[in-house]
């Protein structure tokens, strides 16, 4: 299956290595200059240092290549980028594509969840969200990691399940789209919380 990774951070590369094991895996970036560093040292070492990305892994900085006979399209790029690439999509998504967030936060303006985000800029788009306690760097290295797939749509679960279960990925699933975007949220910042009171900052 083909899969389109938007995003060159550290979630993204992350879920390149692990779903290129049984899918053609297309990334891209918004930026030319990232897309050709990467390309050349098949590394990101502003998100990812070290970590390398198997020579499979198209990457390109032209969106509709990337998204062509994609059956899901990943949006791993940060919450304040969601909405841009949103409406970058518009008009060249097709019916069938799955439109799947990975993206973590609310909007800072209109504080909307990622999915409401592409409901708004896309409002015919299947969506589904994938979320869960894993850190990009395990998933990169091929930890046991358990998700949460969420989508108000079975049968969009069911295909990205297919597409994304592995040896070392598991995967619940729910139609409570919102309810996993709150939970999130929740964790994100309460995990924020005992962090800092430990005397550590959040970086």
């Known amino acids: 299956m083909k899969i389109a990774i ?3 951070g ?31 040292s098949r590394e990101n070492s502003a998100t990812m240092k070290g970590i390398k990305l198997e020579n499979e892994i198209r990457i390109t900085s032209d969106l509709k290549e990337a998204i062509e006979t994609a059956r899901i399209i990943v949006i791993a790029v940060p919450m304040f980028a969601v909405r841009e690439v949103c409406k970058s999509l518009n008009g060249i998504i097709e019916k069938q594509q799955i ?11 209109t504080y909307l969840f ?10 015919k788009a299947e969506v589904a969200m994938v979320s869960g306690p894993s ?6 290295s091929g930890a046991e990691t358990g998700l949460t797939i ?10 990205i399940k297919e597409a994304f279960e592995s040896s070392n990925l598991d995967f619940d699933t729910t139609c409570d789209l919102r309810g996993v975007q709150i939970c999130r949220n929740y964790k ?8 800092n009171f430990n005397g550590k900052s959040e970086e």
């Open 6 to 8: 938007l995003g060159l």
């Open 10 to 40: 550290a979630y993204g590369i992350a879920l390149a290595k692990t779903l290129v094991k049984k899918n053609e895996i297309t990334m891209w970036s918004a930026f030319a200059d990232e897309v050709a560093k990467v390309n050349s």
């Open 99 to 109: 439109i799947c967030v990975v993206s973590k936060g609310v909007e800072k303006e």
């Open 114 to 123: 990622p999915s409401q985000v592409v409901h708004e800029e896309l409002p």
């Open 135 to 140: 850190f990009a760097i395990e998933l990169a």
């Open 150 to 159: 969420a989508s108000e749509n079975e049968d969009n679960i069911y295909v």
């Open 188 to 195: 994100k910042h309460l995990c924020h919380t005992f962090w």
